[in-house]
């Protein structure tokens, strides 16, 4: 094949990487302004994780929306009405005068992301189908890699007191930057090739277990990612100034355990490395909780961001080859998980007003430990040593 036959599926591969930056970027902006917001609004605990759980109600409904529309409008338009609508509610989410007026903007932003996640995953497959090779790792580090530069940002312009509405204006304009960018790249019509509409679906027999471990694990990455500036600000008693390092200190984890993390399954195994992922999760919660002490609390983060980098992933694959229909399993077991993300912060809310929210922490560790260390069926893929 010559260069200039492959030029244009070059061009889609970078699209659809700018398109996966761009989501990364959304929702880790508003997750650094969270303390701000709160004080703006003068938010109690568990409104706050009422609101947080709206932005969750919106992704699930958007996950299902968009699962459903790929195979009429095609992944493309899908990837690109995601990409306006999170573009457009992230600048009223700063300028949200109430709590109705911020879930609304939230519910949107969730809704937006989600779309746009399922597009351009659908644009992904396609070029990496074309290209003959995988690409999907790499696509998914550039997720992380945006989600860790807005957070780096964010933690910038704490520091530097920038207005929230201007900043996530800023944010939002950077996000339709990249999306124009790749409408203009992104190549693939899977109109009547695309798979089947998403469904929820609840696991049974060998998913269930997959289920509670992809709970768990979204269940951590909401208290890690939605939690951790109130956590520096209420219980380390941070300056405002440093309010963002937590979230910084898990993401750079977090991203840095996704791009590692094939190697690492191909060397010990996808049942080791989970187990492991899990343990180390559960001690980081468990050292922000016992020793609230700013250096100490972002080792924590950082232990949370690599044990729970892979879970999610690693679920969602052993899903596949526990079902007899990859994508049903994957559909159930997703369900679930993505049922964390409506109850999760609420909880945490709930709990964190009614006691502290360092007990909340606690109690997440619990659970991120009894439902992810132990051994799960269907775990051990085809990259696995013993495979």
Not at 51 to 76: E, T
Not at 172 to 188: D, E, P, Q, Y
Not at 335 to 364: C, H, K, N, Q, W
């Amino acid at each position: 094949m010559t260069a200039s036959a492959t030029s244009p599926i070059r061009r889609a591969r970078i699209a659809v990487t700018a398109a996966f930056i761009a989501n990364g970027l959304a929702v880790a902006s508003f997750i650094t302004r969270i303390p701000d917001i709160r004080a703006t609004l003068d938010l109690r605990e568990a409104v706050l994780g009422g609101l947080l759980s709206v932005l969750a109600v919106g992704v699930v409904i958007g996950l299902v929306a968009a699962g459903r529309a790929v195979p009429r409008a095609g992944s493309r338009r899908v990837t690109l009405v995601g990409a306006v609508c999170m573009a457009g509610a992230l600048p009223f989410v700063g300028l949200a005068p109430s709590a109705w007026t911020l879930g609304t903007s939230l519910f949107l932003l969730g809704l937006g992301g989600a779309v746009m996640d399922v597009g351009m995953n659908a644009q992904g497959v396609g070029v990496e189908r074309q290209l003959g090779r995988s690409i999907m790792l790499g696509l998914h580090g550039g997720w992380s890699i945006g989600t860790l530069v807005a957070a780096l940002l964010g933690a910038g312009a704490i520091a530097a007191r920038v207005p929230v509405s201007l900043h996530l204006g800023v944010m939002a304009g950077l996000i339709a930057a990249l999306a124009l960018f790749a409408s203009r790249h992104l190549r693939v019509d899977d109109r009547v090739v695309s798979g089947e509409p998403a469904t929820i679906a609840w696991p049974r027999g060998a998913l269930l277990p997959l289920g509670l471990v992809a709970f768990a694990g979204a269940l951590g990455e909401a208290a890690a990612s939605d939690w951790s500036g109130i956590f520096l600000t209420d219980v380390v008693v941070v300056p405002t100034a440093q309010v963002g390092w937590g979230f910084v200190a898990y993401t750079a984890a977090m991203t840095t355990s996704r791009l590692l993390g094939d190697l690492a399954v191909r060397r010990f195994g996808a049942q080791l490395v989970l187990r492991v992922g899990g343990v180390l999760a559960g001690l980081g919660f468990l050292l922000a909780a016992l020793v609230p002490v700013l250096p100490v609390t972002l080792v924590g983060f950082v232990l949370v961001g690599l044990g729970l980098g892979g879970t999610v992933p690693l679920a969602f694959a052993a899903a596949g080859r526990v079902a007899s229909s990859p994508g049903a399993g994957v559909a159930a077991v997703a369900s679930v998980g993505y049922l964390a993300f409506i109850v999760g912060p609420t909880s945490i809310g709930l709990i964190a007003e009614a006691t502290d929210l360092r007990l909340a922490f606690g109690v997440v560790a619990t659970i991120v430990v009894l439902l992810i260390a132990p051994p799960k069926p269907g775990m051990s893929g085809p990259d696995d040593p013993a495979s």
